[in-house]
C-alpha cells in the first residue's frame, strides 16, 4: 500500500467526506484494506480526544462527519476481534448500507446483535433495514434487536409529510404478528412510554395499536390475554408490568375467557403485586360462580391476598368470597377459616369487612364452630368488628394495655449526668473515636480534656496519641473515609495544633509525633499548594481559617477552640466554663461557681464567649435558690450575673453589654423584654408560576397566627433588641440554608437548651416551608439530627415549633423518618409533653391545603399508631378530631381511611362523636364514598 493511499484517507476525514470514503473503499483490493487499520486507528485516537471546542465547552475533536467517516474505515478495515470492541453502529443505517453493497465485515450481523443486546444501539435503524438483512442472509436478528426497531412502526407518515398513528407497518412483513409482536411479552422494552400522534391530534399508544389487531382478528385475543398475564411473573419492571395489566384490563375480557385464564390469573397472587392481585380477583369476580370455576384453587390462594396491606385488595378478595358463600353455603365453614385469617389485619377497615361476610352468612347451625373458629382471634379484632360478632365472641371487652403517665428524671439528676475522661488513658481511647461520634457533648468534652489532662501528659504518654493524630491529619485534609461536618474539622485543626504544643514541650520524646506530622504536612503541601497562599489561609492552622461563607453560629464553636488553645500557651489549664455537666447540655450551678471562682482566684479574666456560653446553658429552673455567701465570693459583674440568674436579684439587668442581654434571654423574663424573641406572625401565601403557557401552583406552608416563625426578610435574628452583637445573636438562624446546619445540627440545639424550642422554629421555617423541600438531602439530614435530639432529650412541653416538627415528619416523604416520629409522638403522649388539640391543629393546616398527602398519615396511624394504648388511643383521637374541624367542606383525597380509622377510635372508646364535627360530618355524608362511614359514626349519637 502506498503512503498516497494513506493521505487520501487523511484528507477524506479532514473533510468529513463520506461519499468520498465509500468511492476510495470500492477501488481497494485485501492488501490496501488491511494495510490501512493502523491509520484508522491512531485517527480515530486522535479525533476521539476530548477537547475545548468553544469556550468552557468540550467534546471530542472530531466533527458528526469526521466521525462518520471514521466509523466507515473501521467497518472496512478493522479485523472482529477489533470491532467487537466498539458500537456497530455509530452512524445512519443508510450509510452503512451503502458500504454492505460492496464490503460485508466479518461476523457484522452477529455483532449487531451483541450491541443490541447491550443496549448500544441507538434509534439509527429501522426494523425494515433489520428484516431486509435477514432475507438477504446477513442477519438472524436477535429478539433485543427486533423489540428495539419494532417500537417506532405504530407511526406513519402522510402524503404531506405529517408523522400519524399507523398500524399499516406491521403488515408488511408476515413475521411481525405472527411471531415479532409477542417478543413485547417477553423482553424488555419501552413500549409503555412510547406514542404516536393520531389523527385528531390525540396521543396514540401500542396499546391502541393491539387492541385494534385484536378487534380485526388479526391477533388472536385469548393468547393476547394470556400473554399479558405470563408477562407479569417475568417482572421487567415495574413500569411494564403495569402496562400489561393495563392492557389487559382495557382488553376487558369475559366471564367465558376468563374460565380458561383461571391458571395464569392464580398464579398472580404469589408475586406479592397488589396490582396483580386486584386485576386477578376482579377478574375472577365475573366467573366465581360458573361451574368450571376451579374454587378450591382460588380458595388456596386467598391468604395471600388477604394479607396484603392494600384494603382494596382485601375488598375485592372478601367481595368474591362474598359470592362464593352466597352460591354455595355448604362453603361457608371453609370460606369463614379463611377469610378470619385477616381479623388480626392491622386496618380495622379489613377487620370490619370479614365480620360482615361472617355475620351475613352464618347459620344457627354453624354457631359452635364460629366460636370455636373465632376464639383465638378475640384479642385481635378491633372495636367495631366486635360489636358485629358479639354473639360469637365470648370477651368483647377493650384488651388495650393502661399506661397511665411516666414522669422523667429531674434535669439534673445522676441519670442524666455526662460522663467525662477520668485519666489519660481514657482520654486517649476518647481522642481515638471523637472524629467518629455526632453526639451532643463530644466538642465540649474534647475541650475540657484537652484543656484539663495537658498538664499530667508525660513523655511517655506521647506515642499514645499517634492514632488519634492520624485521625485528625486525614479529616483536617478532608480524606477521612466518612464525611467531616465542621465542628469535626475544628477539632481535627485543634488536635494538631495541639500536638504542637506537646512536640515544643518535650521536644526529645515526641520525634515519632513530630515526624509523623511533619511527613503528613509536607505532602499535603506538595500535592495541594493552593491551599497554602497567604489570602487563603492555612487549613491546619485555626487562627489562618477564613470563616467566609459559614453561618455565624458556627463561628461560636471556631472561637471557643481558639479561645482553649490561647489558655494552653499561656500556660493555664483552667476549666472551660461551658462544659455541660447534664444532658443534653445543662450547666449544674454549683459547678459553674465553682469554676468561676477558680478563674479569679488565678486572677484571669473570663474567655468572654466561654462565658456567655455557659450563661446560656445555664440550669436555674426549678433549683433552690444558692445561699448568698456563695455567690458573694464571686466578684464584680459574674458575681451580679449569676445573682441575676440564680436568684433573680440584680441592679444592671439593662445593661447594653452583650454578657447581659445573653442572660436576660436566656432568663426570658420582664426587664429583658428588649431582647426577647419577637412575637410578629409569619405570613406565607401562594406563589403563582406559569411555566409553558400553564398557571401552576407550588404549595407553600401557611404560618399565619403562629407566633413562633418570624419574617426571616424582615429581621436580623430570631433575637431582637439593640446591641445584639453576643452569643443568641451569632447562633440566629436567618436566611440560613439547612446545608449549614448538616450534621452539626445536634451541637447547634445544644448551644442554648433553654430555647431550643425557638432554634427549632427557625429550622422548620426554613426548611419545611415548600412541599417539595421535603425531598431535599439537607432537610432529611437536619430532620434526622433534631429527631434524635427530641427523642432523646425532650423533657419540657412540646412548644407550637416542636409540635409542628413532628406533623412535619410524620406526614414527609421519607418512610424512615415517619417510622421514627411514632417514637417521639409516645414520648410526647406518655410523658405529657405533647399537646394533641396543637398536635391535630398542625395536622388540620397542611392537610386543609393538600400540603402533603394524606395516605403517608392514615398508613403510619393503620401500622404504628393505632391500639397501642387505651392513653395513647384517645390521644390520637383527639387530635384528629381537631384536625378534621380544620379541613374543607370538600372532601380531600384520603379522608375515607381517615374517618375509618378515626371511627375505629371512637368504637374502641365507645363514646360518641363531638359536636364540634357534626356539622362537618353531614356536609361529608353528602358524598356516596363516605355516606356509609359518616352513617356509622353518627348512629352512636
Given at each position: 500500500?502506498?503512503?498516497?493511499?494513506?493521505?487520501?484517507?487523511?484528507?477524506?476525514?479532514?473533510?468529513?467526506?463520506?461519499?468520498?470514503?465509500?468511492?476510495?473503499?470500492?477501488?481497494?483490493?485485501?492488501?490496501?484494506?488491511?494495510?490501512?487499520?493502523?491509520?484508522?486507528?491512531?485517527?480515530?485516537?486522535?479525533?476521539?480526544?476530548?477537547?475545548?471546542?468553544?469556550?468552557?465547552?468540550?467534546?471530542?475533536?472530531?466533527?458528526?462527519?469526521?466521525?462518520?467517516?471514521?466509523?466507515?474505515?473501521?467497518?472496512?478495515?478493522?479485523?472482529?476481534?477489533?470491532?467487537?470492541?466498539?458500537?456497530?453502529?455509530?452512524?445512519?443505517?443508510?450509510?452503512?448500507?451503502?458500504?454492505?453493497?460492496?464490503?460485508?465485515?466479518?461476523?457484522?450481523?452477529?455483532?449487531?446483535?451483541?450491541?443490541?443486546?447491550?443496549?448500544?444501539?441507538?434509534?439509527?435503524?429501522?426494523?425494515?433495514?433489520?428484516?431486509?438483512?435477514?432475507?438477504?442472509?446477513?442477519?438472524?436478528?436477535?429478539?433485543?434487536?427486533?423489540?428495539?426497531?419494532?417500537?417506532?412502526?405504530?407511526?406513519?407518515?402522510?402524503?404531506?409529510?405529517?408523522?400519524?398513528?399507523?398500524?399499516?407497518?406491521?403488515?408488511?412483513?408476515?413475521?411481525?404478528?405472527?411471531?415479532?409482536?409477542?417478543?413485547?411479552?417477553?423482553?424488555?422494552?419501552?413500549?409503555?412510554?412510547?406514542?404516536?400522534?393520531?389523527?385528531?391530534?390525540?396521543?396514540?399508544?401500542?396499546?391502541?395499536?393491539?387492541?385494534?389487531?385484536?378487534?380485526?382478528?388479526?391477533?388472536?385475543?385469548?393468547?393476547?390475554?394470556?400473554?399479558?398475564?405470563?408477562?407479569?411473573?417475568?417482572?421487567?419492571?415495574?413500569?411494564?408490568?403495569?402496562?400489561?395489566?393495563?392492557?389487559?384490563?382495557?382488553?376487558?375480557?369475559?366471564?367465558?375467557?376468563?374460565?380458561?385464564?383461571?391458571?395464569?390469573?392464580?398464579?398472580?397472587?404469589?408475586?406479592?403485586?397488589?396490582?396483580?392481585?386486584?386485576?386477578?380477583?376482579?377478574?375472577?369476580?365475573?366467573?366465581?360462580?360458573?361451574?368450571?370455576?376451579?374454587?378450591?384453587?382460588?380458595?388456596?390462594?386467598?391468604?395471600?391476598?388477604?394479607?396484603?396491606?392494600?384494603?382494596?385488595?382485601?375488598?375485592?378478595?372478601?367481595?368474591?368470597?362474598?359470592?362464593?358463600?352466597?352460591?354455595?353455603?355448604?362453603?361457608?365453614?371453609?370460606?369463614?377459616?379463611?377469610?378470619?385469617?385477616?381479623?388480626?389485619?392491622?386496618?380495622?377497615?379489613?377487620?370490619?369487612?370479614?365480620?360482615?361476610?361472617?355475620?351475613?352468612?352464618?347459620?344457627?347451625?354453624?354457631?359452635?364452630?364460629?366460636?370455636?373458629?373465632?376464639?383465638?382471634?378475640?384479642?385481635?379484632?378491633?372495636?367495631?368488628?366486635?360489636?358485629?360478632?358479639?354473639?360469637?365472641?365470648?370477651?368483647?371487652?377493650?384488651?388495650?394495655?393502661?399506661?397511665?403517665?411516666?414522669?422523667?428524671?429531674?434535669?439534673?439528676?445522676?441519670?442524666?449526668?455526662?460522663?467525662?475522661?477520668?485519666?489519660?488513658?481514657?482520654?486517649?481511647?476518647?481522642?481515638?473515636?471523637?472524629?467518629?461520634?455526632?453526639?451532643?457533648?463530644?466538642?465540649?468534652?474534647?475541650?475540657?480534656?484537652?484543656?484539663?489532662?495537658?498538664?499530667?501528659?508525660?513523655?511517655?504518654?506521647?506515642?499514645?496519641?499517634?492514632?488519634?493524630?492520624?485521625?485528625?491529619?486525614?479529616?483536617?485534609?478532608?480524606?477521612?473515609?466518612?464525611?467531616?461536618?465542621?465542628?469535626?474539622?475544628?477539632?481535627?485543626?485543634?488536635?494538631?495544633?495541639?500536638?504542637?504544643?506537646?512536640?515544643?514541650?518535650?521536644?526529645?520524646?515526641?520525634?515519632?509525633?513530630?515526624?509523623?506530622?511533619?511527613?503528613?504536612?509536607?505532602?499535603?503541601?506538595?500535592?495541594?499548594?493552593?491551599?497554602?497562599?497567604?489570602?487563603?489561609?492555612?487549613?491546619?492552622?485555626?487562627?489562618?481559617?477564613?470563616?467566609?461563607?459559614?453561618?455565624?453560629?458556627?463561628?461560636?464553636?471556631?472561637?471557643?477552640?481558639?479561645?482553649?488553645?490561647?489558655?494552653?500557651?499561656?500556660?493555664?489549664?483552667?476549666?472551660?466554663?461551658?462544659?455541660?455537666?447534664?444532658?443534653?447540655?445543662?450547666?449544674?450551678?454549683?459547678?459553674?461557681?465553682?469554676?468561676?471562682?477558680?478563674?479569679?482566684?488565678?486572677?484571669?479574666?473570663?474567655?468572654?464567649?466561654?462565658?456567655?456560653?455557659?450563661?446560656?446553658?445555664?440550669?436555674?429552673?426549678?433549683?433552690?435558690?444558692?445561699?448568698?455567701?456563695?455567690?458573694?465570693?464571686?466578684?464584680?459583674?459574674?458575681?451580679?450575673?449569676?445573682?441575676?440568674?440564680?436568684?433573680?436579684?440584680?441592679?444592671?439587668?439593662?445593661?447594653?453589654?452583650?454578657?447581659?442581654?445573653?442572660?436576660?434571654?436566656?432568663?426570658?423574663?420582664?426587664?429583658?423584654?428588649?431582647?426577647?424573641?419577637?412575637?410578629?406572625?409569619?405570613?406565607?401565601?401562594?406563589?403563582?408560576?406559569?411555566?409553558?403557557?400553564?398557571?401552576?401552583?407550588?404549595?407553600?406552608?401557611?404560618?399565619?397566627?403562629?407566633?413562633?416563625?418570624h419574617e426571616v426578610e424582615d429581621i436580623s435574628y430570631p433575637f431582637k433588641g439593640e446591641n445584639m452583637d453576643g452569643f443568641y445573636s451569632s447562633i440566629g438562624l436567618s436566611r440560613v440554608k439547612l446545608g449549614h446546619l448538616g450534621i452539626d445540627t445536634l451541637r447547634y440545639l445544644a448551644l442554648a437548651p433553654h430555647h431550643h424550642e425557638k432554634l427549632l422554629a427557625a429550622v422548620v421555617a426554613n426548611g419545611f416551608r415548600y412541599s417539595d423541600s421535603l425531598n431535599e438531602a439537607s432537610t432529611w439530614l437536619v430532620s434526622t439530627s433534631v429527631l434524635n435530639y427530641l427523642l432523646e432529650y425532650s423533657q419540657e412541653p412540646f412548644q407550637r415549633s416542636e409540635t409542628l416538627f413532628l406533623a412535619l415528619i410524620a406526614t414527609g416523604p421519607s418512610k424512615e423518618l415517619r417510622e421514627q416520629s411514632v417514637g417521639l409522638w409516645e414520648r410526647g403522649v406518655y410523658f405529657g409533653l405533647?399537646?394533641?388539640?396543637?398536635?391535630?391543629?398542625?395536622?388540620?393546616?397542611?392537610?386543609?391545603?393538600?400540603?402533603?398527602?394524606?395516605?403517608?398519615?392514615?398508613?403510619?396511624?393503620?401500622?404504628?399508631?393505632?391500639?397501642?394504648?387505651?392513653?395513647?388511643?384517645?390521644?390520637?383521637?383527639?387530635?384528629?378530631?381537631?384536625?378534621?374541624?380544620?379541613?374543607?367542606?370538600?372532601?380531600?383525597?384520603?379522608?375515607?381511611?381517615?374517618?375509618?380509622?378515626?371511627?375505629?377510635?371512637?368504637?374502641?372508646?365507645?363514646?360518641?362523636?363531638?359536636?364540634?364535627?357534626?356539622?362537618?360530618?353531614?356536609?361529608?355524608?353528602?358524598?356516596?364514598?363516605?355516606?356509609?362511614?359518616?352513617?356509622?359514626?353518627?348512629?352512636?349519637?
Amino acid at each position: 500500500m502506498t503512503t498516497s493511499v494513506q493521505a487520501q484517507l487523511e484528507e477524506i476525514v479532514v473533510r468529513g467526506d463520506v461519499e468520498g470514503a465509500l468511492s476510495m473503499f470500492r477501488t481497494l483490493d485485501n492488501e490496501s484494506q488491511k494495510g490501512l487499520a493502523p491509520l484508522v486507528k491512531s485517527l480515530y485516537a486522535y479525533y476521539s480526544e476530548e477537547v475545548e471546542n468553544e469556550k468552557d465547552r468540550w467534546g471530542p475533536r472530531a466533527t458528526n462527519e469526521q466521525d462518520k467517516v471514521l466509523h466507515l474505515a473501521m467497518l472496512f478495515t478493522f479485523p472482529k476481534t477489533e470491532l467487537s470492541k466498539i458500537p456497530i453502529l455509530r452512524s445512519d443505517f443508510r450509510e452503512v448500507e451503502s458500504l454492505l453493497s460492496f464490503y460485508i465485515p466479518e461476523g457484522f450481523g452477529e455483532m449487531l446483535n451483541e450491541s443490541a443486546k447491550r443496549g448500544w444501539l441507538r434509534y439509527r435503524i429501522t426494523y425494515g433495514w433489520v428484516m431486509s438483512l435477514k432475507e438477504r442472509g446477513i442477519l438472524d436478528p436477535c429478539p433485543e434487536l427486533i423489540v428495539r426497531t419494532l417500537l417506532p412502526c405504530i407511526g406513519g407518515v402522510t402524503p404531506k409529510g405529517r408523522e400519524i398513528f399507523s398500524i399499516e407497518r406491521l403488515y408488511e412483513f408476515p413475521e411481525t404478528l405472527r411471531s415479532h409482536v409477542w417478543l413485547f411479552f417477553s423482553h424488555y422494552s419501552v413500549i409503555f412510554d412510547h406514542s404516536a400522534v393520531g389523527a385528531e391530534g390525540e396521543k396514540r399508544t401500542w396499546k391502541n395499536a393491539f387492541l385494534t389487531l385484536s378487534t380485526n382478528g388479526d391477533l388472536d385475543r385469548l393468547r393476547l390475554l394470556r400473554e399479558c398475564l405470563l408477562a407479569v411473573p417475568r417482572n421487567l419492571s415495574k413500569f411494564l408490568n403495569n402496562w400489561y395489566l393495563e392492557l389487559f384490563k382495557d382488553l376487558n375480557p369475559k366471564a367465558s375467557e376468563i374460565l380458561g385464564l383461571q391458571t395464569e390469573l392464580n398464579a398472580l397472587f404469589s408475586l406479592g403485586h397488589n396490582g396483580a392481585m386486584c386485576l386477578a380477583l376482579h377478574s375472577l369476580k365475573k366467573s366465581c360462580t360458573h361451574p368450571d370455576f376451579s374454587r378450591q384453587e382460588f380458595l388456596e390462594n386467598c391468604p395471600l391476598a388477604l394479607a396484603s396491606q392494600t384494603l382494596g385488595v382485601i375488598n375485592e378478595c372478601i367481595s368474591v368470597l362474598d359470592k362464593l358463600t352466597g352460591k354455595y353455603p355448604r362453603e361457608a365453614l371453609e370460606v369463614f377459616r379463611i377469610a378470619s385469617e385477616a381479623l388480626t389485619h392491622p386496618k380495622a377497615n379489613a377487620q370490619v369487612r370479614v365480620a360482615r361476610l361472617i355475620r351475613k352468612h352464618a347459620t344457627l347451625d354453624l354457631e359452635r364452630e364460629i366460636r370455636e373458629m373465632l376464639e383465638p382471634y378475640s384479642e385481635y379484632v378491633c372495636a367495631e368488628a366486635k360489636e358485629l360478632l358479639s354473639e360469637y365472641l365470648e370477651n368483647t371487652e377493650s384488651t388495650l394495655p393502661k399506661e397511665g403517665k411516666g414522669t422523667l428524671p429531674a434535669v439534673l439528676s445522676d441519670e442524666n449526668r455526662i460522663e467525662y475522661p477520668e485519666n489519660i488513658e481514657e482520654f486517649v481511647f476518647f481522642l481515638s473515636q471523637v472524629f467518629d461520634q455526632r453526639n451532643v457533648h463530644s466538642f465540649d468534652i474534647f475541650l475540657d480534656s484537652l484543656v484539663r489532662f495537658y498538664p499530667e501528659i508525660n513523655p511517655e504518654d506521647l506515642p499514645k496519641f499517634d492514632p488519634a493524630l492520624q485521625k485528625s491529619l486525614r479529616v483536617s485534609a478532608g480524606v477521612a473515609s466518612n464525611r467531616a461536618s465542621f465542628t469535626d474539622r475544628v477539632m481535627a485543626v485543634t488536635f494538631l495544633e495541639y500536638s504542637g504544643l506537646l512536640i515544643e514541650r518535650f521536644p526529645e520524646g515526641s520525634k515519632t509525633l513530630r515526624g509523623l506530622r511533619d511527613r503528613f504536612l509536607k505532602a499535603d503541601k506538595a500535592k495541594h499548594p493552593v491551599k497554602y497562599f497567604p489570602n487563603r489561609g492555612n487549613r491546619f492552622y485555626l487562627e489562618t481559617w477564613s470563616l467566609a461563607g459559614q453561618h455565624p453560629f458556627l463561628h461560636i464553636f471556631y472561637k471557643r477552640a481558639l479561645e482553649a488553645l490561647r489558655l494552653l500557651r499561656k500556660g493555664k489549664t483552667l476549666p472551660l466554663l461551658a462544659s455541660p455537666t447534664h444532658k443534653p447540655a445543662w450547666i449544674c450551678p454549683d459547678t459553674l461557681i465553682e469554676k468561676t471562682k477558680l478563674w479569679q482566684d488565678a486572677g484571669e479574666e473570663l474567655c468572654v464567649l466561654d462565658w456567655e456560653n455557659a450563661i446560656a446553658r445555664l440550669a436555674f429552673e426549678n433549683n433552690p435558690k444558692i445561699p448568698k455567701k456563695a455567690l458573694s465570693e464571686i466578684q464584680g459583674q459574674p458575681g451580679e450575673i449569676l445573682t441575676y440568674m440564680l436568684n433573680g436579684e440584680s441592679s444592671d439587668i439593662k445593661n447594653p453589654e452583650s454578657v447581659w442581654s445573653t442572660a436576660s434571654i436566656t432568663k426570658n423574663e420582664e426587664p429583658a423584654k428588649g431582647y426577647v424573641f419577637t412575637d410578629e406572625p409569619r405570613r406565607y401565601y401562594y406563589w403563582e408560576t406559569k411555566p409553558k403557557g400553564k398557571e401552576e401552583r407550588r404549595k407553600i406552608l401557611d404560618f399565619e397566627g403562629v407566633e413562633y416563625c418570624h419574617e426571616v426578610e424582615d429581621i436580623s435574628y430570631p433575637f431582637k433588641g439593640e446591641n445584639m452583637d453576643g452569643f443568641y445573636s451569632s447562633i440566629g438562624l436567618s436566611r440560613v440554608k439547612l446545608g449549614h446546619l448538616g450534621i452539626d445540627t445536634l451541637r447547634y440545639l445544644a448551644l442554648a437548651p433553654h430555647h431550643h424550642e425557638k432554634l427549632l422554629a427557625a429550622v422548620v421555617a426554613n426548611g419545611f416551608r415548600y412541599s417539595d423541600s421535603l425531598n431535599e438531602a439537607s432537610t432529611w439530614l437536619v430532620s434526622t439530627s433534631v429527631l434524635n435530639y427530641l427523642l432523646e432529650y425532650s423533657q419540657e412541653p412540646f412548644q407550637r415549633s416542636e409540635t409542628l416538627f413532628l406533623a412535619l415528619i410524620a406526614t414527609g416523604p421519607s418512610k424512615e423518618l415517619r417510622e421514627q416520629s411514632v417514637g417521639l409522638w409516645e414520648r410526647g403522649v406518655y410523658f405529657g409533653l405533647l399537646d394533641d388539640g396543637k398536635f391535630g391543629e398542625a395536622l388540620g393546616k397542611m392537610y386543609a391545603m393538600e400540603f402533603v398527602p394524606l395516605k403517608r398519615f392514615t398508613d403510619l396511624v393503620s401500622s404504628s399508631m393505632l391500639n397501642l394504648s387505651v392513653e395513647k388511643n384517645q390521644a390520637l383521637r383527639k387530635a384528629l378530631e381537631t384536625m378534621m374541624t380544620l379541613l374543607d367542606d370538600k372532601p380531600i383525597k384520603g379522608l375515607k381511611a381517615l374517618l375509618e380509622i378515626y371511627g375505629e377510635l371512637v368504637f374502641e372508646a365507645n363514646t360518641a362523636v363531638p359536636d364540634t364535627l357534626t356539622e362537618k360530618f353531614e356536609v361529608w355524608g353528602k358524598v356516596n364514598s363516605l355516606k356509609r362511614i359518616i352513617n356509622r359514626l353518627t348512629a352512636r349519637n
